[in-house]
C-alpha cells in the first residue's frame, strides 16, 4: 500500500479534512493577534486604530494581571494535587474487594458527568450559602458560626469545586491502572519482606507514574481554561481574589467592551499555556517515552 | 536448615475444596517436584507454604516452628514465579537487592552477595538492565538471583520453566540442579511436566485433585506406581494400560506395560498387531499400533530406531513378564 501513487492519493484525499482543521485553527488565532493590536473597543463602533503594542502593555501592567496569574496558577497546581493524590487514595479503595463494588465504582464517576455550571450552582446554593446551605446548617448544629465560603476563601472554594468535579477522572484511570497491576510482583515483593507501605510505594506508584502523568496532562489543559465555575459562584470577587486568566480575558472583552485589550490577553494566554506545556513536558514527559 | 511439615492442612475457595486433609514432610536440602495435572492443587499448596494463601485448617511446622499465622516474609522461604515477577521499572542490581534492602542490610552486604549471586548466574553484564531488555532465560536467572540473595531455609518454584522455550528449559533445568547440589537448601518445585519431575527430583509428590496419590523417588514410581493413575502419569511416552481377559490371564483387573517392555518382532511374539503412525526420534522409535485386540486406544511401542517397519505393516508384541504392571479393580497395584 506504500507506492507513490497510493500515497499521493492518500495525501490528496486526507488534504481537506486538514485544510478545514489548520483554518479553524488559522482564522481564530489571526484574527485574535490582529485585535490585540487594535484600538478596538465595541463602545466606539468604526473607531478602530492601530495602536501598536498599547494594549499589551496596558494588559501586562494590570494590577489584576498578576493576581489573576497566579490564582491560574494556585487554582491549576491546587486541583491537581487534590485530585492526583485523592485519586491514588480513591482507586486503592475502589481496588479492594468489597460488596457492591459495580454501583460504588459506578456512583463515583458520576461527577464527572455533571455540567460545570450545575455542579457549581449545586455547590453554591445547596453547600456553600452561608444561610441556607448545608454547610451553614451542619456549623450551626455544632454550635458554630456558619462560615461564608465563596467570599472568605473564594479561591479554595474554587478549587475545592473543581477538585469534585475531576476527581473522578483521575480516579477512574488510576484505579484501572492499578488493576492492571501484575499481581505476582505484588506477591513477590510481599515475599521479599516488603510491608504494605513498601509495596505501595517501591511497586504501585512506579507502576502508576505513567497514568499519573496522563491525568496531570490531560486535566493541566482543561484546568488553565476554568471558567464556568468562576462566573457561576463569585465573578472572579471578591476583588480579583477568584479571577483568573480566563476569567480575566472575559472581562476586559465583554464587560469592559475592550476587544482589543482582550485579544491581547488572549495572545498572552495562549503564550503562558505554552510555557507550562514546556515544563510540564521537560518535567514528566520522560515517563510518557517507551 | 529447611524442614518442612504439613500437618492435616486443608484449603477450600468457598464451597470448593482443593485440598482435602493431607500430610506431607521435606527433609531439609531434598529437592522435592509436585506434579500432577493442570487443577490438581500443586500450585495451591505451594503457595500455602510460600503463605500467600491461608490454610482452611491444619498446620505448618518449617524447621519445628508453627509457620501457619506467618506472614510470607517471616517464614524464611524465597519464591520464584512463573511470570518471573519481576519489578519492571528497577534494573537487575536493584531487583536482586529489593528483598535485602527490604530487610535493611548494609549496604556493602548487599554488594557482596549481588556479586555473588551475579556470577553464579552469569549476570554480572547485565546488572544496569531492565527485565524488559532480557531474554526469557536471563529474566528467569534474575529471578532466582533475587531469591539466592535472600539465603533462605528453602526455595519454592511454581513451573519456573513453562514460559521458556525447549532448548532453554533443558539448559535452565541442569542451572537449577546444579544450584541445588551447591547450596544444598530445600527445594520445593511445582511443574505439570513429568519430564522435569523425573530429572530433577530426590522426591517426587503425585498429586490428583488435592490427594497425594504417591510420594517416592523418580524410580521408586518408575518401577512401582501405587496404582494406575501415577502408573499412566509418570514415564514417557504413557505406560500401555490394558483391560479384559488379557488382564485377567494375569489375575489382575488392568495390566500396565510400559512402551519400553514390549520387545517387537515381524515374525512371532504373543500379540499380533498393526503398525500405525511411526515418531522417529532418531534414536529411537515410537510406533502407535493398532489391532491388538484388547480395546480402542493404539499402544505405544518404543523400538529401535532403526527398526524397518511402516504404516501398515503386521508385526508381533511380546511383553517382558517381569515388567508387567497389575492393578485390581480400585486401580490400585497388586
Known sequence: ?290 | MGRITLDKVTKSFGEVNVIPPLDLTIEDGEFVVFVGPSGCGKSTLLRLIAGLEDVSSGQIRIDGKDATDMPPAKRGLAMVFQSYALYPHMSVRKNIAFPMKMAGLPQDEQDRRINAAASALNLTAYLDRRPGQLSGGQRQRVAIGRAIVREPSAFLFDEPLSNLDAALRVGMRLEIMELHKRLDTTMIYVTHDQVEAMTMADKIVVLQAGYIEQVGSPLELYHSPRNEFVAGFIGSPKMNLLRGEVAAQHGAATIGVRPEHLAVSTSEGQWPARVGVAEHLGSDTFLHVHDHGFNDAPMTVRVDGEMPVKHGDRIFLTPDPSKIHRFDKQGLRI
Open chain 1, 1 to 290: 500500500m506504500a507506492t507513490k501513487a497510493s500515497r499521493a492519493a492518500a495525501r490528496v484525499m486526507i488534504s481537506p479534512a486538514v485544510l478545514l482543521l489548520l483554518g479553524w485553527m488559522i482564522v481564530p488565532l489571526a484574527l485574535t493577534l490582529y485585535f490585540s493590536f487594535l484600538r478596538y473597543n465595541l463602545l466606539m463602533p468604526g473607531m478602530e486604530e492601530f495602536t501598536g503594542w498599547d494594549n499589551y502593555s496596558y494588559f501586562l501592567s494590570d494590577p489584576a494581571f498578576t493576581a489573576a496569574l497566579t490564582n491560574t496558577l494556585l487554582l491549576v497546581g491546587g486541583v491537581l494535587l487534590i485530585t492526583t493524590v485523592g485519586g491514588v487514595l480513591l482507586g486503592l479503595l475502589l481496588d479492594q474487594p468489597f460488596w457492591g463494588q459495580g454501583i460504588v465504582r459506578i456512583l463515583v464517576i458520576a461527577p464527572f458527568f455533571v455540567m460545570p455550571t450545575v455542579s457549581a450552582l449545586v455547590w453554591k446554593n445547596m453547600f456553600m450559602n452561608p444561610v441556607n446551605g448545608l454547610f451553614a446548617h451542619a456549623f450551626k448544629a455544632l454550635g458554630l458560626a456558619p462560615y461564608d465560603f465563596l467570599s472568605q476563601a473564594p479561591l479554595l472554594s474554587i478549587i475545592g469545586i473543581v477538585s469534585w468535579q475531576w476527581l473522578p477522572f483521575a480516579t477512574l484511570i488510576l484505579l484501572t491502572a492499578l488493576q492492571s497491576l501484575d499481581q505476582d510482583q505484588l506477591e513477590a515483593a510481599e515475599m521479599d519482606g516488603a510491608s504494605a507501605l513498601s509495596r505501595f510505594w517501591y511497586i504501585m506508584l512506579p507502576h502508576l507514574a505513567r497514568s499519573i502523568t496522563v491525568v496531570i496532562l490531560i486535566q493541566t489543559i482543561f484546568l488553565l481554561s476554568v471558567f464556568a465555575e468562576i462566573l457561576v459562584t463569585t465573578n472572579g470577587g471578591p476583588g480579583t481574589a477568584s479571577t483568573n486568566l480566563t476569567y480575566l480575558i472575559y472581562m476586559q472583552s465583554l464587560l469592559q467592551f475592550d476587544v482589543g485589550m482582550g485579544s491581547a490577553g488572549g495572545v498572552v494566554a495562549i503564550i503562558l499555556a505554552n510555557i507550562v506545556a514546556i515544563f510540564l513536558m521537560r518535567m514528566i514527559g520522560k515517563n510518557l517515552e517507551a
